[in-house]
């Protein structure tokens, strides 16, 4: 905890109680509570990126209208919410059921349904005052009791909340307010897992019964990272207000705006870091509102006065490694741009569609922009389109933050082979081809598999391996080449091109992928030759001489495939 100045920063309280009491950094956002009361919405599902003060905000809703609070006023004297009399005649009057499932992570359904059933036990336990008064039947206190002990079926487990309302709204003689934070880390899971199809029907009913069918339900919150589509468990909600990192409201809810994350700077001492801490932190924009930052690297790097990947290391970035790694040729190609600081277009669904992610490219910049990864340059707007067209969405990295947590995970695609990878790359770099052959094949024996799909091994595909291949080059050689692949030049198209920074230093390097043609090509010599006669006959170097580099300055590479075995010839 930083102590040097101003308020102590206290890193991973997700209690508003507890950071208030204390008297730690806070940046107040009880403005949100007059925002979405004043809304009126039935049911709200806010999307944001993890470690956006999710879990906070719930925790301040909870606190400020849960009966459990009533007479603890001063949790929230001095803050925004408080100048508004008719709102402090609303703290601490209304039941509140608040539940998450951010630690629903199990890997089968069996164990995911248990946990469910464990967390609705814990909010019966936590409600057993209601055991002792006259509200309830002796059949309500039967099933009561049954759900405390776990002892209740599938089909009962997702109408338990709806009858918990029941039994809350008869004593207290008020609806309830429900709060689920984090409802999609279980289907998330499912996804990765493989239970995909049985998690969404129980999620269906849970929430079918929970949020559309109760009488008893006043308002109701929903947080997650991502907009589950419609079809998958929000079929029957039609009382469903959606408020994506695309949407206006509650846009500066959620993160840190620039100005108070100066403020934060300068009441801490480090008034003189502010242009660096907005090129490593800011970037990520909510609706048409820019300079938002994330609130876990700023509270992390107030605390630590160091500038690190605090936000992107967080948590388990396995899915997004999955889907890049494994993904086509198309997706690395535009990979690429992105990882070398440019934009990409492409139509964006904010409905993930995840059992999509594995054919759809737009399935996963779908799902790489609700989590972060990227955000919005511009985007085409609907009156403007013709015929029914979707919108297309300009992206790009977030900010360095994310860059250089990217770079990090395709250096880790390696890392199996490192010691092989990078004496492959030195013996590339001066030529020395018999060296290249022995060490790509190690490379290529260690990780080839990795950026297979996972099925039959007849449709692996050796542009998955070599694309990826390619976005190695460019994180480990970015400092020295710009790199390209799969360009215009000359009379048709080389797959890699180098072209050093500085050329009196480095030679430049062009490299053709081939894989084997065995009707037409009897050895991989064979069609290391066909590789080197295309770049001859397509003149790809012609770009580089134009440049003015000199043909002996450019070394020419023809790389053979036949499954995981690799052959490379030169010129």
Known sequence: MNKSSGRTIAIGIQDFGDLIRKGYFYVDKTDFIREWWENGDSVTLITRPRRFGKTLNMSMVEQFFSVNYAGQEELFQGLSIWEYEEYRKLQGTCPVISMSFANVKETDFASTKERIRQIIADLYIQNNFLLDGDSMTPADKSFF?????????????????????????RYYGKKVIILLDEYDTPMQEAYVDGYWEEMTAFTRSLFNSTFKTNPWLERAIMTGITRVSKESVFSDLNNLEVVTTTTDKYAVSFGFTEQEVFAGLDECGRGSEKERVRKWYDGFVFGSHKDIYNPWS?????DKGEYMTYWANTSSNSLVSKLIREGSRSLKENFEILLQGGAIRTQI?????????????KAIWSLLLASGYLKVLSFEKYDELIGGAKPEYELTLTNLEVKLMFRTMVQDWFSQADSDYNDFIRAMLIGDIRAMNLYINRVAQEVFSYFDTGRRSSDAEPERFYHGFVLGLIVDLRDRYVITSNRESGFGRYDVMLEPKDPAKDNAVIIEFKVQDQENEAALQDTVRAALRQIEEKQYAA???????????IRCYGFAFQGKKVMIGGE
Do not use: W
């Open 145 to 169: 009791n049954s759900v405390c002990m776990g002892d209740i079926s599938e089909v009962q487990t997702t109408g338990a909340i709806h009858k918990l309302s029941n039994y809350l709204y």
């Open 543 to 553: 770009q580089l001489i134009s440049r003015g580099i000199g043909p002996e300055r």
């Open 349 to 361: 669904d904010e409905q993930i569609v995840y059992d999509q992610l594995n054919g759809s490219e």
């Open 298 to 302: 700023i509270l992390n790097f107030l």
